[in-house]
């Protein structure tokens, strides 16, 4: 079954402590992205990569770092997690140059107390 | 810049009727992509169609289909014969060429009850 798939899908931790949010993809799709989901600001998109070892920033990057070591996982690191990034994220993963598809991960709901 | 406008925050629906979602859209590429997303209360986003720019015909997916009106700019989600478990978010998307970057711009959703 073609799946994007994101683990832990419920994280709550406390300020500073260095977490990973893993992201894979069996669908052998160049392109993953990284999202952010608050109320009232909609989707956001974090960071991206189109292949193995090329990344680069979204539009809310900060606080955020990723790598792209094999072209099934695109982990999401948060070095020293901040309140403001309690939110809700989504891997993604899609074809690059105008594909028609663009599957999303079921969600990872982080808690930075 | 890209945008996505969806004018309708919320709906009810009774069950079996059809439903239109609106989206209207603004880019100056000639060349995009236009998807829909439905997010039930469990959080995941589940893609259901999507329309490229160039395409002559409407996309259909089972119930799914999408008007696309090229001249207006608006991609509406129609959902025939609508079902209790159509109740949930859906979220218009569009994707414009960005240098192989090809996020998706959103728009704020519209959430769907479905009426028994």
């Known amino acids: 079954e073609a799946q994007v798939t994101q683990n832990p899908r419920y994280l709550i931790t406390v300020t500073g402590k260095k977490l990973t949010v893993t992201c894979s993809q069996n669908?052998?799709?160049?392109?993953m992205s990284w999202y952010r989901q608050d109320p009232g600001l909609g989707l956001r998109q974090i960071y991206y990569?189109?292949?193995?070892?090329?990344?680069d920033k979204g539009d809310v990057p900060e606080g955020y770092k990723v790598s792209r070591k094999e072209k099934r996982n695109f982990p999401l690191i948060l070095e020293s997690p901040s309140p403001n990034q309690t939110s809700l994220y989504f891997c993604?993963?899609?074809?690059?140059?105008?594909?028609?598809?663009?599957?999303f991960g079921p969600g990872t709901r982080l808690t930075v107390l | 810049a890209q945008k996505i406008t969806q004018t309708q925050p919320g709906m009810f629906v009774q069950e079996k009727e059809a439903v239109t979602l609106d989206c209207t859209y603004d880019?100056?590429?000639?060349?995009?992509?236009l998807f829909w997303y439905k997010q039930p209360s469990s959080g995941e986003m589940i893609f259901l169609i999507y329309?490229?720019?160039?395409?002559?015909q409407n996309a259909t997916e089972g119930r799914y289909s999408l008007n696309f009106q090229k001249a207006r700019k608006s991609a509406n989600l129609v959902i025939s014969a609508s079902q209790l478990g159509d109740s949930a978010m859906y979220f218009c998307?569009?994707?414009?060429?960005?240098?192989?970057?090809?996020?998706?711009?959103f728009g704020t959703g519209t959430r769907l009850t479905i009426i028994p």
């Open positions: 993604a993963s899609g074809q690059l140059a105008g594909g028609n598809e663009q599957f």
């Open positions: 669908m052998n799709h160049e392109y």
């Open positions: 990569s189109m292949n193995v070892e090329v990344t």
């Open positions: 880019t100056s590429d000639p060349s995009y992509g």
């Open positions: 329309q490229g720019s160039y395409d002559q």
């Open positions: 998307a569009m994707r414009a060429p960005n240098f192989g970057n090809e996020k998706l711009t």
